[in-house]
């Protein structure tokens, strides 16, 4: 009986939407990593978006997340969790936690994340809600992404979820030998997805998709508004 009961409290209501996204969207998106699959089926998408909006969690759209900021489309998170060829032993960098989301699909992936916000709110925001849901591998700094975490590189990989104007070199600098880096640049409706392989000192640079991101504000960023 007991145990029964604790099974409803725990039911998640969204759980069919959340195989259904896997399945209707992500799967025809062309993803195949399993375990990205298999993390975006787990990750509860709809703690981390507004109150008032779990209902469109799972839907194929990005979705506000105050400050004028957006928690991506779940393909977009899920393509470039991806593209970063995630393995277990890895530590990577995010730019712009945000809601939380892309960090909290990363720690299912990785072995450590780090995660830098310039909005102290969205920060604080995302740290109740992954504590919340028991994540324990991921560390949070508030601050100007564009100039990567210094004393905690080398990073296997970096992910960048805000568009700049170039390719900051911090974040050329902070990869290890192999170390991937995927970032949109551009401006508006003109972005491109690129992801650049560091092989010793070049830079492999590839083109993965046209994409529309909020700006990357800061030093090596556009300015702010
Ligand atoms: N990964 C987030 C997406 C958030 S949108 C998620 O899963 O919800 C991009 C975020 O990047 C915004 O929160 C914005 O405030 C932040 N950002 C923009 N420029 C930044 C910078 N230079 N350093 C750190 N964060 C930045």
Redesign the pocket.
Known sequence: MMHERRRGRDADPFEVARRRMVTEQLIPGGIRDQRILAAMGKVKRHA?VSAGMEEQAYLDRPLP?G?G????QPLI?AAMTEAIEPQADDRVL????????????LAEVVKQVF?????SG?SIH?RKILYRLHYKNISFRI?????GWPEEAPFNAI?V??S?PIIPQALRDQLVDGGRLVIPVGEGDVQELLLITRNRDRFEERRLTGCR??????????REE
């Open positions: 981390f997340i400050q900021q957006t928690i991506s998170v995010e730019i712009g936690t945000g809601s939380g989301y892309q960090a909290a699909v995660s830098i916000e310039r909005h969205l995302a601050g100007d992404g564009t100039l992910l979820t805000a700049g991101f909020v700006k990357l504000v800061g030093e090596h960023g556009w």
